[in-house]
T-cell receptor
Framework: GAGVSQSPSNKVTEKGKDVELRCDPISGHTALYWYRQRLGQGLEFLIYFQGNSAPDKSGLPSDRFSAERTGESVSTLTIQRTQQEDSAVYLC????????????FGSGTRLTVV | RKEVEQDPGPFNVPEGATVAFNCTYSNSASQSFFWYRQDCRKEPKLLMSVYSSGNEDGRFTAQLNRASQYISLLIRDSKLSDSATYLCVVNLSGSARQLTFGSGTQLTVLP
């Protein structure tokens, strides 16, 4: 596609429920990244995919968080048993894989846990 | 010490002013450097890459000082539309995370 697409754009969920966030990267981009941004805060790295493998999962805050990627395509970030502190904007980015290019971000999913 | 450190600001400047931001990074072997811009409640967008010899894009000039491990962004003749948070981004050599983002410097250009 023309850009990185994320869905849903907004999600309100009850505490304790599971949520699934989706990211569709730019076609041909081998690298995919998930970040979290709490209100008024900086970007917090979550996980990085190269193809469908995840060389770096060190940013996932707890075992309630998991992510998958199908080939060099769609990725899903799953949060189980959501807590109020999970409320944030979840941003996905993709890149061609080389470090010279920077990342292109999607517009994010705004998650609110009530 | 943070891996990528920026003055959070806020910087409040009048329209037409020149403003400069600095950013320091921890790893002397870092290879790639960028400035991103993030508008309120929007995603970060690539503003410009930073090359070793320095580079300019219109009113924006980016410079790299490897010896002192900092990069800078200069904005000349600032416009109201330049109001945003500017993120310093560095590839910390050897990092599997590829790029590390600073916390950002907030700029408000006042009429």
């Amino acid at each position: 596609g023309a850009g990185v697409s994320q869905s849903p754009s907004n999600k309100v969920t009850e505490k304790g429920k599971d949520v699934e966030l989706r990211c569709d990267p730019i076609s041909g981009h081998t690298a995919l990244y998930w970040y979290r941004q709490r209100l008024g805060q900086g970007l917090e790295f979550l996980i990085y995919f190269q193809g469908n493998s995840a060389p770096d999962k060190s940013g996932l805050p707890s075992d309630r968080f998991s992510a998958e990627r199908t080939g060099e395509s769609v990725s899903t970030l799953t949060i189980q048993r959501t807590q109020q502190e999970d409320s944030a904007v979840y941003l996905c980015a993709s890149s061609p894989g080389g470090l010279a290019y920077g990342y292109t971000f999607g517009s994010g999913t705004r998650l609110t846990v009530v | 010490r943070k891996e990528v450190e920026q003055d959070p600001g806020p910087f409040n400047v009048p329209e037409g002013a020149t403003v400069a931001f600095n950013c320091t990074y921890s790893n002397s072997a870092s290879q790639s450097f960028f400035w991103y811009r993030q508008d309120c409640r929007k995603e970060p967008k690539l503003l410009m890459s930073v090359y070793s010899s320095g580079n300019e894009d219109g009113r924006f000039t980016a410079q790299l000082n490897r010896a002192s491990q900092y990069i800078s962004l200069l904005i000349r003749d600032s416009k109201l539309s330049d109001s945003a948070t500017y993120l310093c981004v560095v590839n910390l050599s050897g990092s599997a995370r590829q790029l590390t983002f600073g916390s950002g410097t907030q700029l408000t250009v006042l009429p």
